[in-house]
């Protein structure tokens, strides 16, 4: 197993009290976890979705319903004996192999199984979980005019820990599963993805990195809406509220997390750039024209709500990509702050890492960037780091060799 992959396996397994099973099965635990929290943003336990054994040739079930994980005949009865209509239900199928290749047969056996499953009247042995979900597609099925597009959607995964090469014979697999699933007219939509090693580093990545935070905004104007940007913002906020909300810590440190798309680290209280912020800072008559004087902060979020009555902005997962060194300035700087200083800051709703990579390419920045540094921005760089780092856990102190990704880690 890769190191990196079976660190964060192991991390699942201590989080959730999985260690007595075998490592096959906790790999199917895992997987499960990765893909089900793709749909379902609430906490769960990954047993809820995973089946007992090798049942049906599925190892993984999840109905969700209104973006709620239903688990049991009676909820699903519950779900839809409210007033509500136009519900959005998401069926999530998984087939998991904790080795590396994508096998035609395995594939096929996985087709087996949707097709059973999908029959209403399975023939394969079926454990708990198996019989629980079908009862609540069954009441699914009774419920369909209560249903945004009078069906439900599907998504189907097949997993490995190696790397999906996309082989003709092994894509045309996976097309014939499709094309099956659509072919059963239950589903609005069908969508069927083979993953490996890289999505699952990345999905785990997106689920134990999450970060959130609400900010007050002092004023703001939104700008129209752009390709790959339901939302933006340009704001003004109180600086110290700033290193409050989004900045510090329940420990009173600096979130390093939340530069990590930033081409750089911070640079020094020494730096040019960042002297010259601090002496604004403490300069009275300076320090209210902090907000004119600074080119301001970049946020980039694959989701954030502004509620225009309060004024009051919630982001999930957010980064910043631009102001590295002025946040940072105003951490260090925080006894200085008070309700006259100010900073601009423009929220980026994209969900797309690439259109952050382009706003962060097309930023002026206060201090000099040479274009390497914008190789450190790739997800390839990241993972080379990230296997240095898991290297290193087992590695003596004064042997340890780090990979810089950013210029002053």
Same mark, same amino acid.
């Given at each position: 197993m890769h190191i990196i992959l079976q660190k964060n396996i192991d991390e699942l397994a201590q989080d959730h009290g =999985?260690? *007595?099973?075998? +490592? #096959?099965?906790?790999?199917?635990?895992?997987?499960?976890?990765?893909?089900? #929290? @793709? /749909?379902?943003?609430?906490?769960?336990?990954p047993k809820e979705v995973t089946t007992d054994g090798d049942d049906a040739a599925l $190892?993984?079930?999840?109905? !969700?319903? +209104?973006?709620? =994980? !239903?688990?049991?005949? +009676? +909820? *699903?009865i519950q779900i839809f004996a409210t007033h509500k209509t136009n519900l959005s239900v998401e069926i999530v199928f998984t087939q998991v192999k904790s080795s590396e290749p994508f096998k035609k047969d395995e594939i096929a056996n996985f087709q087996m199984g949707l097709q059973d499953f999908l029959s209403l009247e399975p023939k394969l042995p079926n454990g708990r979980l198996n019989k629980d979900a079908l009862a609540v597609f069954n009441v699914v099925l009774d419920n369909? @005019?209560? &249903?945004?597009?009078?069906?439900p959607s599907a998504s189907i995964y097949y997993c490995t820990s190696g790397t999906y090469k996309g082989e003709a014979e092994i894509s045309g697999a996976f097309d014939i599963i499709e094309r099956f699933v659509k072919e059963t007219d239950i589903f609005n939509d069908v969508e069927v993805y083979p993953i490996g090693r890289s999505e699952?580093?990345?999905?785990? *990545? $997106?689920?134990?990195? @999450?970060?959130?935070?609400?900010? /007050?905004? &002092? %004023?703001?104007f939104g700008m129209p809406r752009m390709p790959d940007i339901p939302? #933006?913002?340009?704001a003004i906020v109180n600086a110290k509220e700033l290193v409050e909300n989004l900045l510090e810590d329940q420990d009173g440190a600096i979130k390093s997390s939340v530069f990590e798309e930033n081409i750089r680290a911070y640079l020094g209280s020494d730096n040019e750039v960042n002297t010259s912020i601090r002496k604004t800072l403490k300069e009275g008559s300076? /320090? /209210?024209?902090?907000?004119?004087?600074?080119?301001?902060i970049t946020i980039v979020a694959?989701? =954030?709500?502004?509620?225009?009555? #309060?004024?009051?902005?919630d982001l999930t997962n957010y980064q910043i990509i631009n102001g590295c060194q002025t946040s940072n300035t105003l951490f260090f700087c925080k006894d200085d702050l008070d309700d006259s200083v100010n900073v601009v800051v423009r929220f980026i709703e994209s969900p797309k890492s690439e259109v952050s990579t382009d706003i962060i390419s097309a930023t002026n920045s206060q201090s000099q960037i040479s274009k390497e540094s914008f190789y450190?921005?790739?997800?390839?760089?990241?993972?080379?780091?990230?296997?240095? $780092?898991?290297?290193?856990?087992? *590695?003596?102190? %004064?042997s340890r060799v780090y990979f810089e990704r950013r210029e002053n880690e």
């Open positions: =999985l260690e *007595a099973f075998q +490592d #096959s099965k906790v790999f199917e635990f895992f997987c499960n976890f990765c893909v089900v #929290s @793709k /749909k379902y943003l609430g906490r769960f336990n $190892d993984g079930i999840a109905v !969700i319903v +209104d973006g709620e =994980l !239903i688990v049991n005949k +009676d +909820d *699903a369909l @005019k209560k &249903i945004r597009n009078r069906r699952l580093l990345r999905y785990w *990545a $997106d689920i134990s990195e @999450k970060n959130e935070a609400r900010l /007050k905004l &002092i %004023d703001y939302q #933006s913002y340009v300076k /320090k /209210k024209l902090f907000s004119v004087l600074n080119n301001g694959p989701e =954030l709500t502004l509620t225009p009555n #309060s004024k009051e902005i450190g921005l790739y997800q390839k760089a990241k993972l080379v780091q990230k296997y240095f $780092d898991a290297q290193n856990t087992a *590695a003596p102190y %004064d």
